[in-house]
């Protein structure tokens, strides 16, 4: 069981600039982020994997970069540039199986919000 701990999240305008953090209780083999708004389906934002691949959602390529600390055992997303269909809350999962984009099982923090405001 891998306990996962999320932060960083918070209220900024149009252009500024957010960095989550995610803390893992253990190992993990892949790490990610995916957000949710009120009425909408989970999206996929961005995910790293253990040896080092990484994705983005089209959305974000570009002002999204998901890096990793493996002696912290933490996981980062520095999101610049940031808009109003940014807003959301924000998931940091890992271990699941399939496609990053569709991940299945695996664990998942509580979450933090982000709020973009123009």
């Known amino acids: 069981q891998v306990q996962l701990q999320e932060s960083g999240g918070g209220s900024v305008q149009v252009g500024e600039s957010l960095r989550l953090s995610c803390t893992a209780s253990?190992?993990?083999?892949?790490r990610g982020w995916f957000r949710q708004t009120p009425g909408k389906e989970r999206e996929a934002v961005a995910a790293a994997y253990f040896r080092g691949r990484t994705y983005y959602a089209d959305s974000v390529q570009g002002r999204f970069i998901i890096s990793q600390d493996v002696e912290k055992a933490t996981v980062y997303l520095q999101m610049n540039n940031l808009k109003p269909e940014d807003t959301g809350m924000y998931y940091c999962a890992s271990d699941w199986t399939g496609l990053w984009s569709r991940p299945k099982g695996g664990y998942w923090g509580q979450g933090t919000q982000v709020t973009v405001s123009s």
């Open positions: 253990g190992p993990t083999s892949s």
